[in-house]
């Protein structure tokens, strides 16, 4: 066994550092016989050198991230900062001084993956990030890796914890969404400013790279169609329970059926409950993933948090420093298919509308022929009277307003959008309350 250690520079001592910090000091024996080497924290660069982390040698930390990786002699930096800038510089800079980067970093790999890649291949070095999809859950190297000689379809996945406790919650008691973010806030799931998690934008970046890997090409958080919860409803969620279904915030990547082209989005939609994401609860993550040969699997696991996130940091930090001291580098980028990515309009699945109408003779014949006009073959139909129009025996009276929940067949997108804006300008038709996908069916 080699008794040089190898040194390892930790860019961030949040939450995930600080974690990666103890366990690298508490499991210090155990990492040296996995990688036949020590392992030895030899800088820690932080913005707030004052602040009080346990744990953490005080002699090791700096302000100066940049002297930090262009020492030379650091072996693997690990980047748990977050952000594109000045990321992207120091990684880079690291990878120009010959360290290989494990990162935790969605935001910029989803962003700009390209460059990261190309410079870890040009300076023959390692880029991994486990860690930056769905915390301590093994998904980057299983597809990457144990999938390697199998041709994956589909990826199905719930990977955002505070937007699964949100509608984990309107499912389980009946809240409404903001009444739910308030305990997800209050329970410290969502952030202060919880846009990213709610609007889809944490998702999208994870979809953006469980593509690209999945599909062996290039796909950016740009690629990816992205539409949040904030829109989901007490009633959405009701609804959803009366067709057996419940709403999750899915993260889907398509391959096209001519094999052609990929598909990546981010949207709340209905899945039925015997399907395995539905009993995903509070803030897990799983992701379903869907192979010709392997057939389904599922991934499941804490998908955020210092410790967990720091479980798959470390695992990218051993395999990073297994290499370094075989002199060789592990699995890298493979984007050879090339295949484009198709827009939303361009997906296709069904859809559950829910109408506002007018209650009288023909709306529903009218609302049926905007559907055929637009190629878009109903599945099912459950209107309800609403309590306006109801007469003093309980029966509907004309003139009155009744909910209209329509779901349809398989269909394109577009030709579901075309078909939501001719029946907007019906006059029967009073509003359309909402609109959500069917999946997992
Ligand atoms: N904010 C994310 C979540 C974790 O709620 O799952 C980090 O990606």
């Known amino acids: 066994m080699r008794t040089r250690p190898l040194k390892v520079a930790l860019l961030g001592c949040g939450v995930v550092g600080s974690e990666v910090a103890r366990i690298m000091t508490t499991h210090a024996d155990d990492l040296t016989a996995r990688i036949g080497a020590p392992v030895e924290l030899a800088g820690i660069a932080v913005r707030r050198p004052d602040r009080v982390r346990r744990g953490v040698p005080a002699e090791l930390i700096t302000t100066d991230a940049t002297a930090l990786v262009k020492r030379g002699d650091i072996d693997v930096v690990v980047e748990v900062i977050g952000g594109i800038e000045p990321v992207r510089t120091l990684i880079t800079t690291a990878f120009e001084h010959g360290a290989s980067v494990v990162s935790a970093n969605k935001a910029l790999l989803a962003a700009d993956g390209a460059t990261l890649h190309a410079a870890a291949v040009q300076h023959g070095v390692d880029l991994y990030y486990e860690a930056a999809v769905a915390g301590a859950i093994p998904l980057i190297r299983p597809l990457r890796e144990s999938l390697a000689g199998d041709k994956v379809n589909r990826v199905l996945g719930i990977v955002n914890g505070t937007t699964n406790f949100i509608l984990d919650r309107m499912d389980t008691t009946g809240a409404g969404y903001s009444e739910a973010l308030d305990e997800a806030t209050a329970l410290g799931y969502a952030e202060a400013d919880p846009t990213a998690d709610v609007e889809g934008f944490d998702a ?92 389904q699997l599922m991934f499941y696991g804490p998908g955020a948090g210092g ?130 996908r069917v999946e997992g069916e």
């Open 204 to 295: 999208a970046a994870k979809a953006a790279i469980l593509a690209g890997i999945a599909f062996h090409t290039r796909v950016t958080i740009d690629d990816v169609h992205r539409e949040g919860l904030t829109e989901v409803t007490a009633a959405d969620i009701a609804s959803a329970k009366r067709m057996g279904c419940t709403v999750k915030l899915l993260a889907i990547c398509e391959r096209s059926a001519d094999g052609k082209s990929v598909t990546a989005r981010v949207h709340p939609a209905m899945i039925p409950l015997n399907h395995p994401l539905a009993s995903v609860r509070e803030a897990y993550n799983a992701v379903f993933v869907e192979a010709d040969a392997a057939g």
């Open 307 to 436: 410790a967990p996130t720091a479980s798959a940091v470390l695992g990218d930090l051993v395999a990073a420093c297994r290499n370094k001291l075989a002199n060789t580098t592990g699995v890298g980028e493979s984007a050879y298919t090339q295949l484009p990515v198709s827009p939303m309009g361009e997906v296709v699945t069904r859809y559950h509308i829910s109408l506002d109408v007018a209650d009288k003779p023909g709306v529903l014949a009218q609302v049926a022929t905007v559907f055929a006009e637009h190629q878009v073959s109903i599945d099912t139909v459950r209107q309800q009277s609403r309590d306006r129009g109801t007469g003093a025996e309980g029966a509907a009276v004309e003139g009155g307003e009744a909910s209209l929940v329509v779901v349809t067949h398989r269909a394109p997108d577009a030709a579901l959008s075309a078909t939501v804006a001719a029946l907007r300008k019906l006059d029967t038709v009073r509003g359309v309350a909402s609109i959500m």
